[in-house]
């Protein structure tokens, strides 16, 4: 149990295009989503937490209206970049959490390469 | 705030030999949960264990072994005999929480450290 998928795995794209990243909880209702960024060979750095039906929160310095979530289900979260640039060139993992439940089931992750 | 260092960017080692990872944190907390994550080439993080705050009891797990010792904020990660596969990226991470076991805050994690093992 616990399995979180994370849709697509990879994706190149053009500068300036927007890209949308699905994160699902397959056996289990997630109340909270988390969505991480990590550079090559760098830590995981919350970007915001999500919480079903509500706006998420982001962490400092994370633009809300580039990084779109949209948390609509208790099973999917959704991470949109838009008008991307290489820099926002990374790997991008998800996490899903049940309510009362203090751990994080985190997804495959997404490399997403911008030309 | 809470802070994991992670203070061994990269270890290399031969197959067979034993490498202890290291990870000591800084929290205001009294009750947290530490975690240990695997991170090979692939990318996916793979849970290895997490531990209360309050249970300072060592563990072992066939070949991985972790101690934590709360009065030098430490909680260590050793790999016995290790193997090619265990190369990969290692992270240690915490996360507070409240009276009723509720997990608050973020989950902090440490800067990872890169293992590498020769065969």
């Known amino acids: 149990g616990a399995v979180v998928s994370q849709h697509p795995s990879r994706v190149i794209c053009k500068s300036g295009t927007s890209v949308k990243i699905e994160c699902r909880s397959l056996d289990f209702q997630a109340t909270t989503m988390f969505w991480y960024r990590q550079f090559p060979k760098q830590s995981l750095m919350l970007m915001a937490t999500s919480n079903e039906g509500s706006k998420a929160t982001y962490e400092q310095g994370v633009e809300k209206d580039k990084f779109l979530i949209n948390h609509a289900s208790l099973t999917l979260s959704t991470l949109t970049v838009t008008s991307a640039h290489p820099e926002d060139s990374s790997f991008y993992i998800c996490?899903?959490?049940?309510?009362?439940?203090?751990?994080?089931?985190f997804g495959p992750g997404t490399r997403l390469t911008v030309l | 705030a809470q802070k994991v260092t992670q203070a061994q960017t990269e270890i290399s080692v031969v197959e067979k030999e034993d490498v202890t990872l290291d990870c000591v944190y800084e929290t205001r907390d009294t009750t947290y949960y530490l975690f240990w994550y695997k991170q090979p080439p692939s990318g996916e993080l793979v849970f290895l264990i997490r531990?209360?705050?309050?249970?300072?009891q060592n563990e072992i797990s066939g070949r991985y072994s972790w101690n934590f010792q709360k009065s030098t904020s430490s909680f260590n990660f050793t790999i016995t005999a290790s193997q090619v596969v265990d190369s990969a990226v290692y992270f240690c991470a915490l996360i507070p929480y409240n009276a009723g076991g509720t997990s608050y805050g973020k989950l902090t994690f440490g800067q990872g450290t890169i293992l590498t093992v020769h065969p």
């Open positions: 531990r209360n705050s309050f249970d300072e």
């Open positions: 996490s899903s959490q049940r309510a009362g439940n203090n751990e994080q089931f």
